[in-house]
């Protein structure tokens, strides 16, 4: 493991200057560089009375290892917004396998309650590729078994390649009673993983989680197995809910079992889906969308 950085409410400041990483607390004079060897950081919120923590991306940061932040306490948002009004763009350079930007919760693993994710574009330079179960900007089982998790803002231009990933979270979004917010996001790669998503990867709201999707679109081809243009396969799966809103893709749909909003076997076992305002406009050509 690597890095903690604690600190009671108030905000923590990430900028990246010469290709070096740093970080800013509200207690620290100076900048403090954060060296590869400590990643992935931890950020915890020592706050009693459950104020917010805010980490903050000031500037644009260009990784080249799979760093990425951990939520390890309730009440933390991560802001991209930039001074300039601008979201920062943090980009994945020549990485293999790479996980995604933030994890709250994995697959053994509770996530914290009261998370938000916001103003955030990730990209993927050179031979990136995304991992197992992946997404771009929140990794698998994101906001599992917590509750008022919010992702906002944010996008990605990766493609959307590995098995069972998403272009903005992976598998298993709000699994197990989690409840979890996807606003005003999207994205711009092809979306080619076998179960993938583009907006969310596979399984999204299984085992009785509720995951809310709105304004979203994603535009990359939709050339995998079981894929989605919002959703990979199997959405609200397991007595999951699962409201998807004012969303579209306009990928040309080509894969087996896919669809322009969601993939196969949505709302299997007792899921409850509702899909509104939403439509698809990509040419059909694969098997049994």
Known sequence: MGATISQNGGTIYFRQENNVTQHLSDDSTSWMDVSGVQ?????????????????????????????????????????????????????????????????????????????????IHVESLGTTTLS??????????????????????????????????????????GYGNGTVEITNCYS????SGTHAGGICGPYAGQDNGTVEITNCYS???????????????GVGYGNGTVEITYCYSTGQISGDFSGGICGSFAGQDNGTITISNCYSTGQISGWRQ
């Open 188 to 191: 711009t790669g092809q979306i």
């Open 39 to 119: 990643f992935p950081i931890v950020i915890e919120n020592t706050s009693s009375e459950n104020n917010v923590l805010t980490v903050k991306f000031t500037t644009d940061m260009v990784f080249t290892v799979d760093q990425y932040f951990i939520c390890r306490t309730p009440y933390i948002k991560f802001d991209g917004l930039k001074d300039d009004g601008n979201r920062a763009t943090i980009s994945f350079n020549n990485v293999s396998n790479c996980p995604g930007l933030i994890q709250n919760g994995n697959s053994g693993t509770n996530g914290y309650s009261n998370i938000t994710v916001q103003n």
């Open 219 to 233: 535009t990359g081809r939709i050339s995998g197995r079981y894929v989605g243009g919002i959703c990979g396969l």
């Open 132 to 173: 197992y179960s992946a997404g771009w900007v929140c990794h698998s089982y994101f906001g599992r078994s917590s509750s008022n998790v919010l992702i906002d803002n944010c996008s990605s231009s990766g493609d959307i390649n590995g098995q069972y990933v998403g272009g903005i979270c992976g598998l298993g979004v």
